[in-house]
C-alpha cells in the first residue's frame, strides 16, 4: 500500500532520513520505532510532502511528490501529531467533523452549524466507534488529556482513509488507559484501516504490530515481527537495552 524507495531528507549538512526504504502493507500495523532523533517523524512529514526529500513515496500505486496535503486526505491518508492539535474552543464533535472536510467539500461548514449534510450518519457511527458518543456536545477544554487522544484518532478515522499515521498516540496517556488505546488501535485496523505507527511505549508497539522497522541516526538498521526486533542484537545495543526485553 504504502512503498518508500531511498527516501533521504537533509536539512542543510545533516541528513535526517538516509536511504530509507518501506514498504507497508494492507491491513497491517506496521510500527516505525528508534530513539528521539532517528528521523521517524520526519519520515511522516515526506510522507506529508511537509519537508523536501529525494526518493520515492507511492501510496496504491501513486507518486505522492507534489502532491498538495489536502489532497492527501482525499485519496485516503491522514495522520495524527505527537502534540495534540484539538480547538478546545470546540465541542467533541465538531473537532471530529474538522477530519470530515476533504469529503464534504462545502457542506461541511453547513454540518458543522448543525444542519443537514451528508457526514451525519459518519459523524454517529464514529462517536459510536471510539465510544465518545455521550461526549458529543461536551467542549474538549474540560475533557482529561487521554479522552483528547481518542478525539484525534477519531477525527483522523472519520474520513474513512485506506491509511492513518500515529505519531506517538500513547504519548502522555496514563498507563490505566493504554489497554483502551491499544483496543482502538486494534480496531481500527480490523475495520479496514491500514496504521503506520511511530511510538516510544515498546510493551503497546510489540504488543499490537504486525512489522516493526528499526531507525537510528536517520538509517535503517532492522525489520521484521515484533519477535524477530526484540531479539536483534543491533537493536538491543543500539539503544533499547533491557527495555525491548521487558516488552517482549
Known sequence: ???????????????????????????????????????????????????????????????????????????????????????????????????????TQSRFVAELLGLSGEPRQRLAETLDFFGLSSLSPTYAAVLPYGTLKTVELARAFISNPKLILLDEPAAGIPTSEKGTLKGVIQRMRDAGTTILLVEHDMELVMDISDSVTVMDFGEKIAEGTPAQISADKRVIEAYLGEEIHAAS
Open 1 to 103: 500500500m504504502l512503498a518508500i524507495e531511498n527516501l533521504t531528507v537533509r536539512f542543510g549538512g545533516v541528513v535526517a532520513v538516509k536511504g530509507l526504504n518501506l514498504t507497508v502493507e494492507e491491513g497491517e500495523i506496521h510500527a516505525l520505532i528508534g530513539p528521539n532523533g532517528a528521523g521517524k517523524t520526519t519520515v511522516f512529514n515526506a510522507i506529508f510532502q511537509v519537508v523536501p526529500y529525494t526518493g520515492g513515496i507511492q501510496f496504491a500505486g501513486r507518486e505522492l511528490r507534489g502532491l498538495p496535503r489536502y489532497r492527501l486526505a482525499e485519496i485516503g491518508v491522514t495522520r495524527t501529531f505527537q502534540n495534540l492539535s484539538i480547538f478546545p474552543s470546540m465541542t467533541v464533535r465538531e473537532n471530529i467533523l474538522v477530519g470530515a472536510h476533504s469529503k
